[in-house]
């Protein structure tokens, strides 16, 4: 089901409310909306950025979970638990933009021109070692397609070839994402 405004809006305030609750110390809010798509299992990320530098960014790939509380918790961990980062502390979320983006079910792909740029994200697996890059990454740095396997290798913990090995598995997927800069 295709993600509407108020959908969008919706989830944004759960990421929002989520995130301001935790910093307080309080309980966290049930979600409140009686909105069909939120009650989908789906994967997504939630992405915080701090005056337009990335401050948190986790998700679920695959659909566990109803959308509402994946963005809830992702909310969370990208604010509290993203290894790269510090716990995120309340005064600075005075200063956070948040983008959603919803996935789509992971496609395997054997023939790397099927990978479009601006469309796809990646997901990379070898072994124990796995990478995903979503779809407006590509975009936001400039990438051709071989970067973009490129650069997911690395997220992945693998060499920047190692996408050219059979034995690395190759994932596409779509992400429905949106901000609340928009």
Known sequence: MELTQADKKALLEIAKKAITAKAGNREMPKPAMDLPV???KRGAFVTLKKRGHLRGCIGYIKAVKPLEDTVQEMAIAAAFHDPRFPALKSEEIKDLSFEISVLSP???ISEINDIEIGRHGLYMVRGHNSGLLLPQVAIEYGWDRET???ETCHKAGL???AWREKETEIYVF???YFSDQQ
């Open 106 to 108: 992971l496609v395997k």
């Open 159 to 161: 060499p920047s070839g």
């Open 148 to 150: 973009f396997l490129e």
């Open 38 to 40: 939120l009650k989908e």
């Open 174 to 176: 779509s992400a429905d």
